[in-house]
C-alpha cells in the first residue's frame, strides 16, 4: 500500500513563505503526476499543482507565480514552495498521487494558516 506522509505547513503571516513536502513510500516513477490540492473550509477540494511523470508542470491560476511544484527523484519526494501567501490560501493541502492504473492515493493533509 502507498503511503505518502506531508509535511511543512503551519502558520505564517501574509507575505510569507513556506515549502510542504510529501514523502512516498514507492518511487515516484510509479505514477503517472503527482499534485498538491487544497481544502479550505466549506469549500471543495481544489487542485492547486501537478507534476507529470516527465517532469512538467501545470497550476490553478490562483498560485501561478507564487507556487513552484518540483520532485526529488532520488528522495520519492514532491515539493510545493509557497511565497507571497495570502489570507486566502489558508487551507489543508493534501498530497496525492495517481498511478497507471487511475488509482489515486491521498496524504492526511497539512494545515497552512496565513494571518492577515
Known amino acids: 500500500q502507498v503511503q505518502l506522509v506531508e509535511s511543512g505547513g503551519g502558520l505564517v503571516q501574509a507575505g510569507g513563505s513556506l515549502r510542504l513536502s510529501c514523502a512516498a513510500s514507492?518511487?515516484?516513477?510509479?505514477?503517472?503526476?503527482m499534485a498538491w490540492y487544497r481544502q479550505a473550509p466549506g469549500k471543495q477540494r481544489e487542485l492547486v499543482a501537478a507534476?507529470?511523470?516527465?517532469?512538467?508542470?501545470n497550476y490553478a491560476d490562483f498560485v501561478k507565480g507564487r507556487f513552484t511544484i518540483s520532485r526529488d527523484n532520488a528522495k520519492n519526494t514532491v515539493y510545493l514552495r509557497m511565497n507571497s501567501l495570502k489570507p486566502e490560501d489558508t487551507a489543508v493541502y493534501y498530497c496525492n498521487a495517481r498511478d497507471a492504473g487511475m488509482t489515486d492515493y491521498w496524504g492526511q493533509g497539512t494545515q497552512v494558516t496565513v494571518s492577515s
Open positions: 507534476i507529470i511523470i516527465g517532469g512538467s508542470t
Open positions: 514507492a518511487s515516484v516513477f510509479r505514477f503517472n503526476a
